[in-house]
């Protein structure tokens, strides 16, 4: 087997040194009855072009994004990464090392970890970012136990804004952790929430996204002031970080706690995942913060160096008292992310985020032209939410069989709650004018 | 500015250590220094080329954003050389040995990552038409089948994220079933080995669950008198890791699942060291409820300097019908994802809810998928064989040099404590730091807990007994040098490394977690 060394010859010397006649007394504790005979009902091994051409053809039966006109998002995004970014993350040194545990010898992780976190922070308007979470939802659940830590209340309020999967989310560990959940109805563009109503003196936070499920931008100051009136927070949740090269971040707009799904730099889309969840706070959180960070300090030599700090929040230092069960972050993707946002800089990260504003105002403007549509949302991003005078759903199974993914219909994700008619649809750099026009004629045939 | 205009000036090994002549630079050759990405801002440089959108009306509704964000703009050039001179200074399995116990660092096949960037596997959306996703969810059905036989246990989530998330997961499977039999209030109890990984107890009392301890025996397992004694009416699950994390298997594994369901309770499977048993002992025959698998070990997919993970778990037929959303099915019109809870209930199931948005981790399903199809039935329980074969020669080499605690055989890691270094002056960190001079990654240090100065080794399968060999020759050479008085070699190490020792304490005392613009230097008197 390719993958593996040992030799007979081997392996015959090391038993020999070990004093063990076989390696079937190596594993003389197990007990008997459960020790396999036999192999499992698998099938044999095989070499590298069979399994190549195997998985190919799986592949080969899925659609894939940049195959055709392509409108798809609801919390996952597909933009153009850098050639450079797939390259340098696939180098043996990044891609194959652990968890920095040593830091003598993983300063290239630590050092783009602090400028992600770095990077993290500028883009949110807060003052620090941890090291990632697995993705933008599970990172909206720790957020929501950190609210409860530092307000030690038991109560958040989640906006009808929110991604239905990331309540879900918040609702699996609220109900596990014996927490109590507001949860409004879902918010249609134009039907502004009044969150104020449902904050009351036991709530320990309130969770807003914005640009929202539905695609609205959502003024986050009056809900800050509401919520920090009462003594909770407002953990804002931005699921395309994309649009925060546009728009004013949630830092500046009161938020206490930001959480971020950072796909949309450096990362494909993967078919959800692995995606990498931004995370950041108030500098007076950060001790209650989840998850890894890494700080500044020094070596012996007095050079600058990094290390994992704080980690008596951590499991593997505190156990049942840690702040968070978690261990590993989303590494890999955080560096895809880092180098990703390096290359665009300042002004690339703006120009990018305009160019995906303008691609989705084209698109909005072509398809509410088309006879039976009417677009609902007043302020958006890349995203909006269109009702159709049909299933949402029939359309988007017809476009594809014309060679469009044209958005998500609402009714996917929230069944039987009267939103059959509603469809989600993004644009972003990677469509073109024929593309946008593609959709819009496909959208005509198909009514 | 120490370290300037002292060319050729040598500098002894005794003073501060250093074995190198000091640069100019700061560089030592391939050692290359290299500053923050903010630090090589040039104002009017881009690493990208976009083109500014034609003139039309934003529909931002007046939320534009106003300032600078304080983004550096660097070239693409300078971006490569930056990252590649950053992944310079960082270990890797590709360049060598990495030993760390219970991390399983082993080879990362190449094959899976060009599987991974497919344009059907890695340019798809989760939330497309299920009819043009048709292969991708046959890859989830297929992995979903392979996990299943590996394990002997009837179900699969594949969602969680990571192994603790896995843990989670299971966990509250566990807990939605005595939910279910209306004994949640009635069981508050989770047990945990001493020896368990930190993320178990960490996982319970997410749950609420009060976490007790069991002890472990002189033989570095679960002491199954004192836990028949602390079973009760009121426990819920235990939580126990096999081989367990003295590189041990639980030669009472049966006995006590026995037990434990004698009880009413569950139990739970921390399946980080799978790779010991994978294709020779299937955990569904030793009686376990619950275990995650993690992905990023014994199916090979990279750690990427800490994730992202994959932790798939697998449940007995008494917990199956509490798995989470989504989990595919397959049906009269191809495969289809069960994700929502009007899904589940026309499907009859009753999942505890969902642990992410989407399905789970796809980028990694593909890379443990071609692991395994790769290696197949066969070379799976080859791939035991030899991660055993290779600790345990591990252990028998060097149980003289250093001091072993326990009896063996060991499983797929062999573990030390620190008597050996008794009366040196070093001690198991300083130990662990010089290998790092020896060009090697350390070992697991002080884990598992149970063990004084615990070193957990685990060579895993894809070592050459070559490699192993000399792995084996330089810790027999350190350990001599710590017992013939060579102090220094060890409590100053490392010397040779892009960086010596770190001060963590400094670190903690005062964090500096983001990178600030220097302040504007005073206006020139």
Redesign the interface.
């Known amino acids: ?7 007979e010859t ?2 015959s ?3 020999g ?4 006649k076989s ?1 079937d ?7 008997e ?4 005979a036999g ?10 072009m ?3 051409r ?14 055709v006109p ?1 409108f ?1 998002g ?3 995004y ?1 933009h153009h990464v ?1 050639a ?1 970014v ?1 390259h ?13 545990y ?8 630590l ?2 970890l ?2 992600f ?3 993290v ?3 949110t308007g807060m ?3 941890n ?2 979470m ?5 990172g909206c659940g720790e957020a929501v ?1 950190m609210a409860h830590r530092v307000t030690k209340r038991k109560k958040a309020v989640l906006s009808g804004t929110l ?1 239905p ?2 309540a ?2 918040v ?2 560990l609220s ?4 927490y109590e959940l507001d949860v409004m109805p879902p918010a249609l563009p134009g039907r502004p929430e009044d969150i104020a109503a449902h904050i009351a003196d036991d709530t320990s936070c309130v969770v807003v996204q914005s640009p929202g499920f539905f695609g609205e ?1 959502v ?1 986050l100051r009056p809900i800050a002031e509401a919520a920090h009136a009462k003594g909770a927070l407002l953990i804002a949740v931005v699921p395309e970080i994309v649009s ?6 949630p830092g500046d707009m009161g938020a206490d706690i930001v959480v971020g799904e950072g796909q949309s730099i450096g990362n ?7 995606y ?1 969840g931004l995370f950041a706070t108030r500098q007076k959180f ?1 001790r209650q913060m989840p998850g ?10 007095g ?1 600058r ?3 994992l ?4 929040r ?9 702040t ?10 955080c ?1 895809a992310f ?2 990703h ?15 995906n ?3 989705a ?2 698109l ?1 403007e072509r398809l509410s032209k088309v006879p039976g549509v009417e677009i609902l ?5 890349n995203e909006f939410t269109m009702r159709l005078p049909g299933s949402a759903a029939d359309v ?2 017809a476009l ?1 069989d014309k060679g469009v ?1 044209g958005g ?1 219909p609402v009714s ?5 709650a009267g939103f059959d008619d509603l469809l989600i649809v993004a644009s972003t ?1 990677v469509n073109t004018d024929a593309d946008r026009a593609a959709f819009a004629a496909a959208l005509v045939e198909v009514l | 500015m120490s370290g300037m205009n002292k060319q050729g000036r040598p500098t002894s090994i005794a003073v501060g250590g250093s074995a190198a002549r000091e640069t100019f630079t700061g560089n030592r050759a391939l050692q290359l220094e290299e500053a923050l990405v903010f630090e090589l801002d040039n104002p009017g440089a881009c690493g990208v080329d976009l083109d500014e959108p034609t003139p039309f009306t934003a529909r931002l509704g007046g939320f534009e954003r106003q300032g600078r964000i304080g983004l550096p703009s660097v070239s693409e050039p300078e971006i490569v050389r930056h990252y590649v001179r950053l992944s310079a200074k960082n270990y890797s399995i590709d360049a060598g040995l990495y030993p760390l116990g219970s991390c399983t660092m082993k080879h990362n096949p190449r094959l899976n990552e060009k599987m991974a960037r497919l344009p059907g596997i890695g340019d798809i959306h989760p939330l497309q038409p299920m009819k043009t996703v048709q292969g991708a969810l046959e890859l989830m059905d297929t992995l979903a089948h392979w996990l299943k036989e590996l394990t002997g246990m009837p179900a699969v989530a594949l969602s969680p994220k990571a192994g603790a998330h896995g843990e989670l997961c299971g966990m509250m499977a566990i807990r939605a079933a005595l939910i279910a039999r209306g004994e949640d209030e009635a069981r508050s109890r989770v047990l945990v080995p001493e020896s368990a990984h930190g993320t178990n107890p960490a996982t319970a009392a997410l749950l609420g669950y009060k976490v007790e301890s069991i002890p472990v025996t002189t033989e570095g397992r679960v002491d199954l008198a004192a836990f028949k004694a602390t079973l009760g009416p009121d426990v819920a699950a235990i939580m126990l890791t096999n081989p367990n994390t003295c590189g041990l298997f639980e030669r009472d594994i049966i006995d006590i699942a026995d037990a434990v369901h004698e009880a009413g309770a569950y139990f739970y499977c921390d399946g980080a060291n799978f790779n010991a048993i994978v294709g020779r002992v299937r955990p569904g025959d030793l009686g376990i409820d619950a275990m995650h698998i993690n992905l990023h070990k014994t199916f090979s997919t990279p750690h990427g300097g800490g994730g992202p993970g994959a932790g798939p778990v697998v449940f007995s037929a008494a917990l199956a019908p509490f798995a989470p959303r989504p989990y595919v099915v397959h049906g009269a019109d191809g495969f289809r994802l069960v994700e929502t809870a009007e899904d589940a209930k026309a499907d009859g199931t009753t999942p505890f809810g969902r642990m992410t948005a989407f399905h789970g981790q796809m980028g990694m399903f593909v890379r443990a998928l071609a692991y395994m199809m790769s290696h197949g039935s066969d070379g799976l329980r080859q791939v035991a064989e030899d991660a055993v074969l290779n600790a345990n020669y591990v252990l028998a080499s060097l149980k003289d040099d250093l001091s072993a605690p326990f009896e063996g055989p060991c499983m797929h890691e062999a573990l030390f404590d620190d008597r050996f270094l008794k009366g040196t002056g070093v001690e198991t960190l300083d130990f662990a730091k010089a290998m790092i001079d020896e060009g090697y990654h350390p070992m697991t240090m002080y884990f598992p807990l149970v063990v004084h100065g615990a070193l957990l080794i685990e060579p895993t399968e894809t070592e050459s007994k070559q490699a192993v060999d000399l792995f084996i020759a330089t810790l027999k050479d350190l350990a001599r040098a710590a017992k013939s008085n060579d102090k220094e070699r060890f409590t100053g190490a490392p010397y040779l490394s892009p960086r010596r020792r770190l001060d963590e304490t400094a670190a903690a005392r005062s964090p500096v977690l983001r990178w600030a613009p220097p302040a504007p230097k005073q206006a020139a008197e």
Request: charged share 25%; with cysteine; net charge negative.
């Open positions: 087997m390719r993958y593996l060394p040992l030799t081997d392996r010397e090391m038993l040194v070990i004093g063990a390696v007394e190596l594993f003389r504790d197990v007990p009855r459960a020790r396999l192999l499992v009902d698998l099938p044999r091994r095989q070499g590298e069979e399994v190549d195997a998985l190919s053809k799986m592949a080969a039966r899925n659609v894939s994004a940049g195959s392509f798809v609801a919390g996952a597909r850098p450079s797939d340098l993350i696939q180098r043996s040194e990044f891609l194959t090392s652990y968890t920095p040593q830091p003598e010898i993983t300063q290239g992780t050092q783009y602090f400028e976190q770095t990077q922070a500028m883009i003052d620090v970012a090291a990632s697995y993705d933008g939802s599970t136990l991604h999967q990331y879900e989310v609702k699996n109900d596990f952790a014996d931008l003024d925060l090269g546009a728009v004013t971040p494909g889309l993967n078919f959800g995942g692995p990498v950060v890894r960070l890494c700080g500044e300090t020094v070596d012996a030599d050079k160096g990094f290390v700090t704080l980690s008596t951590e499991q593997h230092i505190r156990r049942e008292k840690a968070s069960n978690i261990c590993t972050n989303s590494g890999l993707c560096l880092t180098i946002m390096s290359l665009l800089g300042e002004e690339g990260y703006k120009r990018l985020a305009r160019i504003h303008a691609a105002v084209d909005a949302n007043r302020a958006f991003f988007v199974d594809a993914l998500v996917r994700l929230l069944p039987g750099e």
